[in-house]
């Protein structure tokens, strides 16, 4: 279940977003790209995922939705989101782009290039 | 600091030198590996930090609450080194890794050569660093010092802080108190041991703490250390001073790995090691909570004891065994407190749950599994089969085929299956089951065995229990599930959500019956399947809980919908709309200017005009909303609260004041009721018009509380609708006065609060419970109508409090900024 690491904290494709403490348990907050939003979770039990914040339905801001467990709730018409896979869940289908990110010492990285990580 | 102990003669054989830096149980393990597969090829010396030999660390807290001693703790005395030849260097600091000279330097200046080197170092305690952090009195919680110094203080008596409330500080904290002194606990997170622990779980383990004595303060982030020569306090950022005799701050570790780093060694969050637990240097290992190996840092024993295996393999000429890695378990070492948890218990779309809870013996398991193998365990309460869930986690065993008793644990024999009544079993028989009639549980068991009551009806006739608005039926049905066992057939009860099989009415009433007064306190003693609960269930669950104890219950806004958190409504692009409150329809230059100011500023795209008599200002930017609402505010106006299950709107005509058939003053008595009602959570929007004449130009007889004017009186209508259902209301009552007026709107409000299903509008929870006990509470029975009036008064004065101007004070500020903008040419900090 562990994951080999590279030292992200020294890569180019690994950007520095913020710290850890700024993300609300059971929150979300976007990061601004020219490419559009990627929302950042945190979930009750201190996981973080980066995904699009758009949901595959109607474009949905998914950040603005309900956390439980590792899922989100859009806030528009409740399509239920995979924050690990960017799945939907249920009958629903269709996929969120996921984004590599990483926690070292409470400051968060975010990279465009790599999958999603889990610990 | 002893001079260096003179070096005893080595049996013949030892040619290669092993330093190893550190004592601790890592390096202790590294060397009984080590003995007991190559004895005789190193030459072996230790330099340890502390005046001591090697004790078991994680015994400390026995120590601490009295229950062992020193000695009970030793793992290797001093003849267990001289027996095995081995040099201990006590007290005596390494300061130096001279790879190049493959030698380690001591602050004393002496220099000890080797060809194998193992770096134990271990952690330090992570200190806040807040003002007054290095003040005397504030300890840490790491080896047998710090326990020494926690003793000494403890004599004394007097009050402790304990700064964090997981593993470490928790067993600080109740030896502490077991030691005779007051305890606070103060944890930054809002359930305890959140790492290890579900919310559940935490909650269930906060009540336990609380119960011996020591007080647990959740989301309390330390601001400063208060003392000028010695502590004497702790400074939380919500303002509250604690006073302290001592503050131990048991917050977290860091891997200690400063010589490694100076020595040029790879680290990252520790000595960085391979599989083989080699550093950078094919010559250096490292072991133990220094290291971080495939991105992990370990702070519990057990991984440690499987990295020392595999050094001491590699040291002793062995290839071939690999560290891979450890799922570790948790248990919490206080007396009387049951608490076990391992591997991973976070939720996914792959992965399933088992979920156990038993309220009446605050039991609950969690069982995470992902294709038919356990990942995770939580067990609290009941832990004997923690290590057998465990083993079947670190086997990979299918347990498809114990799936349905898995939770019951190894020795389960086919025992009852979970029942559906428990949580009402575990009710006291004082506890209230019908709220109408005040009947209690006792009451209704003592009448169906008494009487030999067999049928809901027959309880209604001898209790009174359900015959009001019917809410506690299923309640009282359970109860006669519970009395008369498989003879009884109750009708079934739609659930909330697939969380839970109890309903709407039945979570309500056991919420006051119980006493609950938290999410994760609802979700545990009313036996919750899910961990954390869904969409459906937590908004529900957060409104019945603010709506039965207006001013104790905090709000949970992550268990709100997005409107209700960002105080707008989102629109489809994901931007907002923004309506202020214009009371009773009426505005004024100055509000219109403000307005029309507030658009131009901030390009808001459209104005537009409700069907509610307010303004709406739509395509409103998230990050623009506190600033959009600040000006607002500047010009005197409110949150319109156009996005919330609550009072929306009063809809007015314009009554005796301009109008040739004007009966009464509507918009003076729109005005009243808006300022009366506005910032009441309900279970679904409310929405409330007033007529100046039975030409009804309010459209009142489409509301859900709709006053038409006459000139005798006013007559109150309800439960009227047009939306996706349309709906005319039903006459409620004529009155007299306007005071007559807000004291029924007062009490229907309540009624409606304290009875409605979350979003269940007026009509339909009307039409559930029946308008003739509507009737009999509001209009009938004076007494009743007081009282929920005065309840309704009594929450009000929690409620209107205008969002709009907290979060321009700077509440929940981070809910509308971005947290980084990156990619754009001008790259902001």
Known sequence: MNVAVTPVAERADWVEIGAAADIPYRGARIVQTPQGDVAIFRTMDDKFYAID???????GPLAQGIVMGDAVTCPLHSWVIDLKTGEAQGADHGCVKTYGLRVIEERLFLSFAQPTLVD | MAPLDMTPAK?????????VIGNGMAAGRVLEELLERAPDQYDMTIFGAEPRVNYNRIML???????????DILIHDEGWYARHDITLHRGHEVVEIDREGKRVVTAAGHAEPYDKLLI??????????????TLPGVLSYRDLDDVNAMLAAAEKGGHAVVIGGGLLGLEAAAGLASRGMTVTVVHLMPTLMERQLDPAAGYLLEQAIVTRGIEVVTKANTQAILGEDRVRGVRLDNGREIAADIVVMAVGIRPNMTLAKAAGLDCGRGVKVDDAMLTSDPDILAVGECVEHRGICYGLVAPLYDMAKVAATGLGGAAGRAYEGSVTATKLKVTGIDLYSAGDFAEGKDREEIVLRDAARGIYKRLVLKD???????????????????????????????RETLIFGQSYAGGAPLDPTAAVAALSHEAEICGCNGVCKGKIVGAIAEKGLTTL?????????????????GLVEQLLALSLGEDYQKAAVTPMCGCTDLGHSDVRRLIVAQSLKSIPAVMQELGWKTSCGCYKCRPALNYYLLSSWPGEYEDDSKSRFINERAHANIQKDGTYSVVPRMWGGVTSPKELRAIADVAEKFAIPTVKVTGGQRIDLLGVKKEDLPAVWADLNAAGMVSGHAYGKSLRTVKTCVGTEWCRFGTQDSTGLGVKLERFTWGAWTPHKVKMGVSGCPRNCAESTVKDFGIICVDSGYEIHIAGAAGLHVKATDFLCKVETENDVLEHCGALMQLYREQGHYLERIFKWVARVGLDTVKRQIVEDEASRRELNGRFAYAQSFAQIDPWAERVAGLDSQEFQPLARVGFAEVTA
């Open chain 2, 457 to 473: 009806d027959e309880v209604r006739a001898h209790t009174k229990a359900s015959s009001s608005c019917g809410s506690c039926t």
């Open chain 1, 53 to 59: 914040n758009h949901c595959p339905h109607r474009q």
């Open chain 2, 120 to 133: 134990a170092t271990g952690s330090v305690p992570f200190v806040i660093p807040v003002p007054g952090s």
């Open chain 2, 61 to 71: 807290s026995p120590v601490l609450s009295g229950e062992k001693t020193y000695g």
């Open chain 2, 372 to 402: 038919n193998r356990i990942v995770g365990v939580v067990l609290y309460g009941e832990t004997a089969d923690g290590p057998w869930f465990f083993r079947l986690l670190q086997d990979g065993t299918d347990v498809s085929d114990m």
């Open chain 2, 11 to 19: 049996p013949l054989g030892r040619t290669l030198k092993l330093v």
